[in-house]
């Protein structure tokens, strides 16, 4: 009972580690051949473990990783967005270096026409760069939550005696219906 080894993986439930196995290990075993056994070290020396397939893949769902998030704008419209970009940064600047050819060769000074022009592509590339740099912020904050949420599974353990999940550092627990939402807490 005093075991260190057993101690280190105690189930902050029950303080016990005789059926704690680590939930990356269930969610594999519930993937590929739905069916888990195998031997742990319990008080009373080796026991083993043994689930029938539909506990385990049930159980199994509910341990599932974190879902990585989806790119923030689809990649054809980024493709789309970026060949329009070239396409109208190409006529607005023929467009500008005719008018001002014209108003150069025409007149002394310059023409709200061109300021107005000069105006609207400011403001076309702000939109563009705002909604651009934006979108990227968005996706690498996701991101960021994604990978601190997998961090948080890949270091969770389950125990099989008292139905419930718990991470070693810093301790916390939950149960297997909350852990989705306890693996972004
Ligand atoms: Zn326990």
Same mark, same amino acid.
């Given at each position: 009972?005093?075991?260190?080894?057993?101690?280190?993986?105690?189930?902050?439930n029950?303080?016990?580690a005789?059926?704690?196995?680590?939930v990356?290990?269930?969610?594999?075993a519930?993937?590929?051949?739905?069916d888990?056994?195998?031997?742990t070290l319990?008080p009373?020396?080796?026991?083993n473990v043994?689930?029938?397939?539909e506990?385990?893949?049930?159980? /199994?769902?509910?341990? @599932?990783?974190?879902?990585?998030? &989806? =790119? !923030?704008?689809?990649?054809?419209?980024?493709r789309?967005?970026? #060949?329009?970009?070239?396409?109208?940064?190409?006529?607005?600047?023929g467009?500008?270096?005719?008018?001002?050819a014209?108003?150069w060769?025409?007149s002394?000074s310059?023409?709200?026409?061109?300021?107005l022009?000069l105006?609207?592509?400011?403001?076309v590339?702000?939109?563009?760069?705002l909604?651009?740099?934006?979108?990227? /912020?968005?996706?690498? @904050?996701?991101?960021?939550?994604? &990978? =601190? !949420?997998m961090k948080?599974w890949?270091?969770?353990?389950?125990? #099989?005696?008292?139905?419930?999940?718990?991470?070693?550092?810093?301790?916390?627990?939950?149960?297997?219906?909350?852990f989705?939402?306890?693996?972004?807490a």
């Open positions: 009972m005093a075991d260190p080894l057993i101690h280190a993986l105690a189930c902050p029950c303080y016990l005789d059926r704690v196995q680590k990356s290990a269930i969610v594999r519930g993937k590929w051949h739905g888990l056994s195998g031997t319990g009373e020396g080796e026991e043994a689930l029938q397939s506990n385990i893949s049930e159980l /199994a769902r509910l341990l @599932a990783p974190p879902e990585k998030p &989806k =790119q !923030a704008i689809p990649s054809w419209f980024i789309i967005a970026r #060949y329009a970009a070239i396409v109208a940064i190409a006529l607005v600047a467009l500008v270096l005719v008018q001002l014209v108003e060769l025409f002394t310059q023409p709200p026409q061109t300021k022009l105006w609207q592509i400011a403001s590339a702000t939109i563009y760069c909604l651009f740099f934006g979108a990227r /912020a968005w996706r690498n @904050a996701r991101i960021r939550t994604y &990978k =601190q !949420a948080k890949k270091n969770s353990y389950y125990c #099989y005696r008292c139905d419930s999940i718990f991470i070693l550092k810093p301790p916390d627990a939950t149960a297997p219906g909350d989705a939402e306890w693996l972004y």
